[in-house]
């Protein structure tokens, strides 16, 4: 109980600030309001349905001047405060439909406030129900806070999932581990539909291998986060954006798709939306088959007073992946000012691996001593099911707005192995009967949070936010390893481990924003108080943990004429440690290698300094420098008695950061154009221990995209990928290149298209990686699946009119749980 009303009584006392704030805000601002002149209206079509996203022009009737522009909202409507005194027009615009203009309005001091009749909008042409209209993004896009890689009808797209096309995009690199790194450094907050994902590194490589990327309409890479996002992530934020489908009536998508590399590729998905009135329903289906094969090569040397053994392993990684998603829900506009939003989302994931090893074991240069052949089977049934349920109220036309979010979130992973030892002699007899082991592996992850965010604009040019959140999650893994003795399975209890964590994080946060000339300044703070319990049941062992957080952030930006803007941020950060690095246990891969976990792991604090130029809304530039005290990392050891080997985790001194980034688009001609993102960056290790990690080096990631418009319906792309050589606390990770390229053909009015493409065409991007560090001696040789062929076909269906509706963005939960 004590554990619990800790975290509540802060979530109390800053709901009461908040509250304070809320209701102060809203008295000054209806103190300082003054009387003001108004129009307003609302927009429909000839179905009397409203139209969201119509531009509404206030003209001067004298001569058709623009008194001022805003769009319509959610419901249609619009509104236009303190005007003076005349006599004007209301005219409306949108894609698709025919202009209207009202008749003219006059306003003064006697009618203060004017309604106009309803503007309606009619179709220029009947069959635009049946056209597909498309903008043209380019596939990398650099915004003042974020760079944006608009995955939405690219070709390189086509029938990869969503790991596949991260593994594309500017700064981002991903390990053997499928542990995600932006400009080499791991910590990555990932996102979907701005909720964070709770999940291992290798629980959410597999929800972001099940993710059709036909389904991601962008990805959002965010290195200096504001305080309304969960501090969590050091490096920053990645936001992957799903598809939301914004035409009104019934409409759809239609995907089909297959691919080769080193086994089979199938998948396929379905979208409907339908919108009626005040309601929208939609749901996506997706299905992925996948199968994959990747070679894996590791020698080391382990020993001490010369007496050194050698082992030579190569491995053979042979994966089977087949999995389902479903994600659906409905929007609710329950009055003018009210929407209420239910979405739902299931993920089935079953795969089965196969890992075939062969060890020789000998004296450094000398004779083989013996030759261990491994054979390991795994199966897992992976489960998942997350609800979020969105309020949003509007409180006025001024842009007051009150935002509440509640998520639930169940994980469900049930993992099973079973391995086989043998071992020969050098003149190929058997040393002893096959070693046989099996494992259990249940997992289960229970996420709850709670969250409301409330915006205040105060004029055009002040906004204030403020927010609160509170979650709450549990990790339960119980692993029970056996092994066959006298033809019965016997319970190893050195290698069984029942471990349970828990975390709450009560958080609030305030942010200011304006305006002032050409200055534009951006302000946060966000407290989060943590409290943490994680027990090993099994080993009796059990951390608690308690702290509060506070974390500033703060943004001037200078827009010095429309082709010239600059901003300067920085942000603090913290990123915890996964829950399952904080297990005490050793999870054996064989008798001489396995994996330790360290239950005093530190949370590691991140500064982050940037500035931003872009040149002429197009070219951009940025560099910065980050610090990161108590950075966790990971570190490999070795016992020179039994000759094992073990990697686990660790705080060390801190980690430093130095990067520049240059954004080009260009267009060469009508046909061709191009975007290239480069980044340099300095990557540094520090510490004061008897680690003694000292290392640093210079490296560069390069993304160049070329796409060609060959026809009006036929397009083509190529990419290039580069990282040099990088050094990651004691690794060395080797450079690796890469080119995809794909070619796309539109027809049926552009309702149907076919992409092909390939990735990886010269089959060069692998990871090579040593390490020499006090008696360390290793290379790891990895060759992953990248070289992939796929044709995928898509079709729209339905209504594809321009028109309304937007569904729900999520909430910012789940992430963390690393093995």
Not at 70 to 99: C, H, P, W
Not at 199 to 212: F, K, M
Not at 304 to 320: E, L, V
Not at 703 to 711: K, P
Request: glycine share 6%.
């Amino acid at each position: 109980m004590k554990l619990f009303l800790r975290p509540m009584k802060t979530f109390i006392t800053l709901a009461t600030l908040c509250s304070i704030l809320f209701l102060f805000q809203i008295k000054l601002a209806n103190a300082q309001q003054p009387t003001q002149y108004s129009i307003e209206g609302k927009v429909l079509d000839t179905l009397n349905q409203t139209l969201d996203y119509a531009t509404i022009s206030l003209l001067h009737a004298a001569d058709s001047s623009v008194a001022k522009v805003m769009f319509t909202d959610e419901n249609g409507k619009y509104r236009f405060d303190a005007i003076k005194s005349g006599t004007y027009l209301v005219q409306a615009e949108l894609l698709g439909f025919s202009r209207s203009i009202s008749q003219p309005i006059h306003i003064d001091a006697a009618t203060s406030h004017k309604k106009v009749e309803d503007l309606i909008l009619r179709p220029v042409n009947q069959q635009l129900n049946t056209i597909v209209i498309t903008g043209e993004r380019p596939l990398i896009e650099r915004k003042s806070d974020m760079l944006v890689v608009n995955v939405a009808n690219s070709t390189l797209a086509a029938g990869n999932n969503a790991m596949d096309i991260l593994e594309r995009s500017p700064g981002i690199t991903v390990d053997k581990d499928d542990n995600i790194s932006l400009n080499g450094k791991k910590g990555i907050m990932v996102m979907i539909d701005g909720k964070q994902t709770y999940l291992s590194s290798e629980q959410l490589g597999s929800l972001l291998r099940s993710t059709d990327g036909n389904t991601i309409e962008s990805i959002e890479i965010i290195n200096n986060p504001s305080s309304k996002y969960d501090a969590a992530g050091g490096p920053g934020i990645i936001n992957i954006k799903l598809k939301k489908n914004k035409v009104a009536g019934t409409s759809g998508s239609l995907n089909v798709g297959g691919g080769y590399g080193n086994g089979h590729k199938a998948n396929s998905s379905l979208n409907v939306n339908h919108k009626n009135g005040r309601i929208n329903v939609f749901g996506i289906y997706s299905y992925q088959q996948n199968e994959r094969t990747d070679l894996i090569n590791i020698y080391r040397i382990v020993g001490g007073d010369n007496q050194f053994t050698s082992f030579d392993q190569g491995n053979t990684m042979i994966q089977a992946r087949k999995n389902h998603s479903l994600r659906a829900g409905f929007d609710y506009q329950t009055s003018d000012k009210n929407t209420l939003s239910l979405q739902a989302s299931g993920l089935i994931n079953d795969s089965g691996d196969e890992n075939r090893s062969g060890v020789q074991i000998g004296s450094f240069q000398s004779a083989l001593d013996s030759t261990l052949l491994a054979n390991s089977l795994f199966d897992e049934d992976f489960r998942s099911f997350s609800v979020n349920l969105n309020n949003t109220y509007t409180i006025d036309t001024l842009g007051r707005k009150l935002s509440i979010d509640a998520d639930y979130s169940n994980f469900f992973e049930d993992a099973s192995a079973n391995y086989t030892n043998t071992f020969y002699r050098p003149d190929g007899a058997l040393m002893h009967e096959p070693l046989k082991s099996r494992s259990m592996m249940p997992s289960r992850i229970y996420i709850q949070a709670y969250k409301a965010d409330y915006t205040h604009p105060f004029n055009e040019k002040s906004v204030l936010e403020a927010g609160l959140k509170y979650a709450n999650v549990k990790t339960d893994n119980d692993l029970k390893f056996s092994e066959l003795k006298d033809e019965q399975w016997v319970n190893d209890e050195n290698r069984s481990n029942h471990f349970v964590y828990r975390e709450q994080v009560a958080a609030g946060y305030v942010s200011y924003h304006t305006t002032l000339n050409k200055f534009g300044i951006k302000a946060g703070l966000r407290s989060e108080y943590t409290i943490s319990d994680g027990n090993s049941i099994t080993l009796q062992n059990q951390v608690k943990r308690d702290y509060i957080d506070f974390f500033p952030n703060l943004s001037i930006s200078y827009n010095a004429s429309d082709n010239h803007q600059y901003s300067l941020s920085y942000s603090k950060r913290i990123n915890r440690p996964r829950y399952n690095n904080l297990n005490p246990f050793n999870y054996f891969l064989d008798q001489y290698t396995y994996v330790q976990g360290n239950p005093y792991l530190q949370p590691e604090y991140t500064h982050a300094l940037a500035f931003n130029y872009t040149l002429m809304k197009r070219f951009n530039l940025s560099t910065g420098y980050e610090i990161t005290q108590d950075a966790v990392v990971e570190i490999m050891k070795q016992n020179d008695v039994n000759k094992s080997t073990f990697i686990t985790n660790e705080n060390i001194a801190q980690q430093k950061q130095w990067f520049v980034n240059i954004n080009a688009p260009v267009r060469f001609t009508k046909f061709w154009n191009s975007n290239t993102n480069v980044t340099g960056f300095y990557l540094g290790f520090e510490s004061e221990d008897a680690n003694n990690i000292n290392y640093g080096q210079y490296a560069m990631q390069l993304t160049s995209n070329q796409n060609f418009t060959i026809l009006p319906t036929l397009g083509a792309e190529a990419t290039l990928n580069y990282q040099s050589g990088l050094r990651y606390s004691i690794y060395k990770i080797a450079d690796a290149w890469s080119i995809d390229m794909g070619i796309n053909k539109s027809f049926n009015n552009k309702k149907a298209n076919i992409k092909l493409s390939v990735s990886d065409v010269f089959n060069t991007r692998d990871q090579y990686v040593t390490t020499q560090h006090g008696n360390l001696n290793a290379i790891i040789d990895q060759k992953r699946e990248t070289r992939v062929f796929r044709l995928s076909f898509t079709y729209n269906f339905g209504n594809t009119k321009i028109g309304s509706s937007k569904h729900h963005e999520k909430s910012d939960e789940e992430k963390r749980i690393g093995k």
